[in-house]
């Protein structure tokens, strides 16, 4: 793991249903929080009207993609797109359940931080996100008002990108840089934990979990395909550190399963006609029938909750679909994280031991990444160079 310190700076359908739970009405306690953990992510749309401005948003966010005259190609893609998604979001149930399993995680992991770390208790969640209620900006000012001793950043990412963590991370250096910045809150960044051994041990549990269900005597030649958002190859070029983090994560994973099966990664929904990492999920699978490896367990390794990409494409076009087409055997998914308990020692674990070491930090020095924002960026500082290696 690492954590960021600035200085003074079907079967698979499974999973579907166990999203269905009622978290959204939490009720927080009266009670001040003295620790305050920013959980950030992209978002998902919880109702399908929320899809347009959704999609506007990630088509004219210059840290996740950057398009020619993108002021008027990014709302006219989002515009084409809109009919498409939104039926997605219908096939699976309305919306995303992004924001459920955030606020659960998010509870979750503060009922053991106060006992994990008392001198830093309450402990109390919130949720940023960055394309869709709650926004960043909005969250920012609730915490504000809330006034909490201390601030953790923590990306819900565990494997930093430009497009994902960078971006959630530059859109708070922004909003700090046009509004005043509160006095006596303290500052500090939790940037990537694709590695940390409990969430390493998480995704291991979901995959035996899912072995479990084979027959015997197929187990063993099971195809473990890991399975992660692609990005553009012009990211990849540029040094983002994504695909390398995601390959960590997979070796982790396959170590602590006593390197027990065939396995291999492969990326899924790519946007558009410019080349992105690949092999494409569909692909690998179509691949490895063909070479008579017809038994699969698609294990999506960069998100820590149930999305469209694994309630639909994974579950409804690939499990479903494209598994009949091709003539697989047996095809299963393993769930995300989600509330798993290892997990929620995970993020629980992660913060504790990220509260006892790290010093505060400013985040008016949450500098912009100069190639994240196509080298127009005059603001970069060292160690956000540093962060994003290019
Ligand atoms: C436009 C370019 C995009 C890049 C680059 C990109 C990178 C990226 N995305 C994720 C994770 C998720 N993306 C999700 C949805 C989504 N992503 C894009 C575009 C890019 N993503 C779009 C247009 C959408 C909306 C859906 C669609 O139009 O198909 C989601 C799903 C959220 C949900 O609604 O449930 C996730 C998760 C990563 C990790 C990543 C790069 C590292
Ligand atoms: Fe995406
Ligand atoms: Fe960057």
Redesign the pocket.
């Known amino acids: 793991m690492h954590t960021m310190f600035l200085h003074n700076r079907s079967l698979c359908k499974l999973a579907c249903n166990a999203a269905n739970f009622a978290t959204s009405n939490i009720r927080y306690s009266s009670q001040k929080a003295k620790t305050a953990i920013l959980m950030l992510?992209?978002?998902?749309?919880q109702h399908t009207d929320q899809v347009h401005d959704?999609?506007l948003r990630?088509?004219t966010d210059r840290d996740?993609?950057q398009l020619p005259v993108q002021s008027r190609l990014g709302p006219w893609?989002?515009q084409r797109?809109t009919p498409?998604?939104q039926k997605?979001?219908k096939e699976i149930g309305g919306g995303?359940?992004?924001l459920k399993w955030t606020e659960l995680q998010g509870r979750l992991m503060c009922e053991q931080l106060d006992k994990l770390s008392p001198t830093t208790a309450p402990h109390k969640h919130y949720v940023g996100f960055r394309y869709?209620t709650p926004l960043t900006e909005d969250t920012l000012a609730q915490i504000e008002s809330d006034q909490p001793e201390r601030v953790v950043l923590f990306s819900q990412?565990p494997?930093y990108?430009c497009?994902?963590s960078g971006s959630s991370f530059n859109s708070i250096f922004t909003h700090y840089r046009n509004n005043t910045l509160p006095e006596n809150i303290k500052w500090s960044i939790i940037d990537r934990w694709g590695t940390h051994p409990l969430l390493i041990k998480t995704f291991a549990q979901r995959i035996r979990e899912e072995l479990a269900k084979f027959v015997e005597t197929k187990r063993n030649d099971v195809v473990i395909l890991f399975t992660?958002?692609?990005?553009?190859l012009k990211?990849v070029s540029r040094g983002?550190p994504?695909p390398s983090e995601i390959g960590a994560s997979v070796h982790m994973v396959m170590q602590e399963l006593g390197q027990s099966n065939p396995y291999s990664l492969a990326w899924q929904?790519k946007?558009?006609p410019l080349p992105?990492l690949a092999p494409a999920t569909d692909d690998a699978i179509k691949g490895y029938v063909k070479q008579g490896l017809k038994n699969f367990i698609l294990v999506p390794i960069?998100?820590v909750n149930?999305?469209?990409?694994?309630?639909h494409?994974l579950d409804i076009e690939y499990c479903d679909e494209l598994a009949k087409e091709v003539g697989v055997e047996e095809i299963r998914r393993a769930a995300a994280p989600n509330d798993h308990p290892l997990f929620i020692n995970a993020l629980s674990s992660i913060v504790a031991d990220h509260l006892k070491s790290e010093q505060p930090v400013n985040p008016k020095f949450l500098m912009r990444c100069p190639m994240c924002t196509n080298n127009r960026c005059r603001e970069s500082k060292k160690w956000y160079q540093q962060l994003c290696a290019h």
Do not use: C
């Open positions: 992510n992209m978002g998902g749309p959704y999609l990630i088509m996740m993609i893609i989002a797109r498409e998604v997605k979001y995303s359940p992004i869709v990412y494997q990108s497009a994902t992660a958002h692609s990005l553009p990211a983002d994504y929904s946007v558009g992105w960069a998100f149930e999305h469209i990409e694994t309630l494409e």
